[in-house]
């Protein structure tokens, strides 16, 4: 998939990314017993045991995701590399309408650019992973936005066998930093944030 993310920002890079070779894994139902015998004592969801719990709130990625925000994220496959550009065009207590566009090499868009409505508590809800098939461990990562410190999510299908892995920034609510998808212990597709700029 190469066109433009779908409805609901982090699930439309997850699902571009993992259509293309931001699937997050299943998310059918998982109860916290198979959870805790897959992956020991996972941290779940307060409200939730059937989920990992999510690495923000809505109301952190409320108070972040600002009007004017934008995020540069480069995401390649063995098609090629994609770059796309996310703006917040908008923003009020309930959500915000977010501008997508994918950019040419000298970083101006290309196509269509579509602006999308999303619920504060929809793009939360996009980083929610059963336990029975996903692990959430502390982590600190290299990327180009620097050094950074959060949580690494890995999520396993257990129908097709792939594994996602999903690092959130704990400093930058909102969508994976980094993020890759392999089959058989090979990455198929990767995607990096690589500008991130917010209005002061």
């Known amino acids: 998939m190469t ?13 571009a990314l993992v259509s293309a070779a931001w699937g997050c894994g299943p998310r059918g139902p998982a109860s916290p017993e198979a959870g805790a015998a897959a992956s020991g004592s996972p941290e779940v969801e307060p409200g939730d ?17 600002v009007e004017g925000l934008t995020l ?25 309408e977010i501008e997508y566009a994918i950019l ?19 793009l939360r809800d996009h980083a929610s992973f059963p336990v029975g098939h996903s692990r959430r461990e502390p982590a600190s990562r290299e990327t180009p936005l620097g050094t950074l410190e959060g949580w690494v999510y890995t ?11 999903m690092f959130f920034a704990s ?16 990455v198929a597709a990767r995607m990096e944030m690589v500008e991130r700029r917010r209005p002061e």
């Open 3 to 15: 066109g433009m993310p779908s409805r609901g920002g982090l699930a439309a890079l997850v699902l």
């Open 72 to 96: 540069v994220l480069v995401r390649t496959t063995p098609e090629g590399r994609t770059q796309q550009r996310w703006t917040v065009v908008s923003a009020d207590a309930d959500g915000a």
């Open 171 to 186: 400093s930058l609510p909102g969508a994976p930093v980094l993020m890759s998808m392999s089959r058989s212990g090979v």
């Open 49 to 65: 045991p059937t989920i990992l719990r999510r690495p923000f709130t809505a109301e952190q990625i409320r108070d972040e995701w």
């Open 155 to 165: 999520v396993e299908d257990p129908e097709d066998g792939s594994v996602n892995e």
């Open 104 to 122: 040419d090499a000298a970083g101006s868009p290309t196509g269509e650019v579509k602006v999308e409505r999303s619920a504060w508590v929809e």
